[in-house]
């Protein structure tokens, strides 16, 4: 059973920084096509960015472009999601995710997701 685990949100002001991890169990993470997706309180869960197989192809949202970047280290089955210049908009549960297939922002081609972890951006 493949799990994902979350960490590093927190609350910070805008402008600020954050770092989120997912760790993810397993031997085959490396064959996972990854996602970032969040969720704020009472809207659907929005795509946030993906990241390829050995981390050299990764697409993002519009909303976090030049903002946001995910990266990989397939030797600690780890996946990253470096938020800069953060704004109050930004305040949701994020959520990472696993895909066996290819890249898709669409939520419902992933495979394995995590638990969340609560990103608030106070103004």
């Known amino acids: 059973q493949v799990q994902l685990v979350e960490s590093g949100g927190g609350l910070v002001q805008a402008g600020g920084s954050l770092r989120l991890s997912c760790e993810v169990s397993g031997r085959t993470f490396s064959s996972y096509v990854m996602g970032w997706f969040r969720q704020a309180q009472g809207k659907e869960r929005e795509f946030v960015g993906t990241i390829g197989w050995s981390g050299g192809y990764t697409y993002y949202a519009d909303s976090v472009k030049g903002r946001f970047t995910i990266s990989r280290d397939n030797a600690k089955n780890t996946v990253y999601l470096q938020m800069n210049s953060l704004k109050p908009e930004d305040t949701a549960v994020y959520y990472c995710?696993?895909?066996?297939?290819?890249?898709?922002?669409?939520?419902?081609?992933?495979?394995?997701w995590g638990q969340g972890t609560q990103v608030t951006v106070s103004s």
């Open positions: 995710a696993a895909n066996r297939g290819s890249y898709s922002g669409n939520a419902r081609a992933y495979d394995y």
